[in-house]
């Protein structure tokens, strides 16, 4: 975040410091949301159908390698999918400017319009695009379709930072059961542990998006708990009712 | 879509089909992808290393349980964030407008300057901005910031779509080990179900987003596969290590 960084050095310059989420910071908020949630609250709630901590264990690290496999490689394709989405828009416009220049220019005017800008005041904006056949897409890509440029290799990264998180936020949680032979202290030290990663996370990412750092802990520990709390409840109601 | 639709019925107007993915469609691929992969993947790992299917459904069930509550409340905070955000960039730009309006034109001639417009022709807009002042928050919301607003009620249907996908996406491959006694034929026939829907979703997926159906039908198929096939094997080799 260069720019932002830039304006914390020097706030007094005329820049406003608004924040904004890198693309690398919302995948790892992306990874370890789910990480640190759903392979705790399935290991719960296997450690209230079955005895063995040994099957928690198989059926969290199986539940891992699908989680990040599955999340990073749907982060890939998100991020391919925009970028081919990006590239053939711009086809597009830079074939129209070219073709069907009177459609661009009623286009420049609506945009203006929207905001009360009537012809008159925008007919200098338009004459300057058209002097300028490259701004011109640019500025119908950003303005007319909110569409921005990918940096490159963006795709691999995203995937990588992803299924990496995942399989952190999914490790803490696990830990005790692989650790400790007994069930319960396993399901406990596991509970413990895990609302305290959740709460840290939740805390350092309410800081980062700029919200109020302790309800946004709460708010990661109770959707953890929650879930958790129901995979538990549930996969004690099956079994029982089955034996 | 009803832009998009009109211009789908018009076709010969100036109006240009740019597919615009609505958020609904989003939350939905959001939902089925991660369902329709992670409790298969889960339920075929626990196939190849516990003799009871009925584990297997505990197991997915609880996933099931943990993964549409964590996935949709994680959409729900994700949509208020937003809304947030906005709100709060909303505020500040309202000040600034009002009490450093230099500043804020400035800011304006940086804009354009970004598209080789130079400062007499950005004039015009600027002096039509300055005389409507909520047009000219608007236009620094969306041209400065890349923001847009929310439609209410929001959060509430991005929980609700995401986990209602979630929970129709893990169901399809969890039925065999529901109704079928062998586990072997449990195994397979959630197999191939589960790959079929992945393909169908796949297909849908690309239409929606205008890329290839059918590269985007086998990648998708690829993704689910590769999860479950490296759950199956961990769990596998974990079992047989241990045993």
């Given at each position: ?22 693309d690398t910071v919302r995948d790892i908020v992306i990874g ?35 989680g990040s496999i599955a999340m990073g490689l749907g982060g890939?394709?998100?991020?391919r999918g925009d970028a081919e989405h990006y590239a053939s ?155």
């Amino acid at each position: 975040m260069p720019e932002s960084l830039a304006n914390a050095i020097s706030p007094n310059q005329h820049h406003e410091h608004h924040f904004q989420s890198s693309d690398t910071v919302r995948d790892i908020v992306i990874g370890l949301a789910d990480g640190l949630t759903v392979p705790s609250a399935l290991a719960a709630g296997l450690a209230g159908a079955v005895s063995s901590p040994r099957l928690v264990v198989v059926a969290g690290l199986a539940e891992i390698a699908a989680g990040s496999i599955a999340m990073g490689l749907g982060g890939f394709l998100a991020a391919r999918g925009d970028a081919e989405h990006y590239a053939s828009e711009l086809r597009r416009e830079q074939r129209e400017v070219v073709e069907q220049p009177g459609d661009e220019a009623d286009e420049i005017y609506e945009i203006f319009e929207k905001y009360g800008v009537p012809h008159a005041a925008a007919t200098p904006v338009l004459r300057s695009l058209q002097a300028n056949p490259k701004a011109y897409v640019d500025f119908m890509m950003r303005f007319e379709l909110g569409l921005e440029e990918q940096e490159k290799g963006r795709a691999w990264r995203s995937a990588a930072t992803i299924a990496a998180s995942y399989i952190a936020g999914g490790a803490i949680p696990l830990a005790p059961y692989l650790l400790l032979g007994s069930m319960t202290a396993a399901l406990q030290t596991s509970v413990v542990i895990t609302l305290i990663a959740l709460a840290i996370f939740g805390g350092l990412k309410g800081r980062l998006l700029g919200s109020h750092i302790l309800r946004s802990a709460v708010q990661t520990v109770l959707i953890g708990g929650l879930a958790a709390s129901v995979a538990f409840v549930l996969a004690r109601l099956l079994n029982s009712h089955g034996a």
